[in-house]
Each structure stands twice: as structure tokens, then as C-alpha cells.
């Protein structure tokens, strides 16, 4: 592989980051809050599933209040 020197490597980020179709601000706010919406979807999903699992295995292992 051949070397490049340090001006060279800038300008080709320089171009390639040209190159890049950028989010515009509403995008990424919009993508932000979704990502933000859907980790609490999954926080309750996995809160009520481990809540579901734990109380079925008390049950079977006989370890419930009763």
C-alpha cells in the first residue's frame, strides 16, 4: 500500500466528506426522538416480560407469598 503524505490524506477527506448528503437539523431531531421513543417501547416490553418470567418461575419453584 502506498503511502500518502499528511496534505494529501486532508485534502482527500476534504473531497470525500464533500461527497456526504448531510442530515438537515429537522432529520435528525425527527430520528432522535424516535430512536428515544422506541428504547422506551423496549424498556417496558423487557420490564414486563422479565416481570411475567419471574413470577412464573416463583410459581413453579413454589416460591410465591403462599
Same mark, same amino acid.
Given at each position: +500500500?502506498? @503511502? &500518502? /503524505?499528511? %496534505?494529501? $490524506?486532508?485534502?482527500? *477527506?476534504?473531497?470525500?466528506?464533500? @461527497?456526504? &448528503?448531510?442530515?438537515?437539523?429537522?432529520?435528525?431531531?425527527? &430520528? &432522535? #426522538?424516535?430512536? $428515544?421513543? +422506541?428504547?422506551? $417501547?423496549? +424498556? #417496558? $416490553?423487557?420490564?414486563?416480560?422479565?416481570?411475567?418470567?419471574? /413470577?412464573?418461575?416463583?410459581? *413453579? %419453584?413454589? %416460591?410465591?407469598? /403462599?
Amino acid at each position: +500500500m502506498t @503511502k &500518502t /503524505n499528511p %496534505l494529501e $490524506f486532508i485534502q482527500q *477527506v476534504r473531497s470525500e466528506t464533500s @461527497k456526504v &448528503t448531510w442530515p438537515t437539523r429537522r432529520e435528525t431531531l425527527v &430520528t &432522535t #426522538v424516535m430512536v $428515544f421513543i +422506541m428504547v422506551a $417501547f423496549a +424498556m #417496558v $416490553f423487557f420490564f414486563l416480560v422479565d416481570l411475567g418470567l419471574s /413470577n412464573i418461575v416463583s410459581f *413453579v %419453584l413454589g %416460591l410465591g407469598g /403462599n
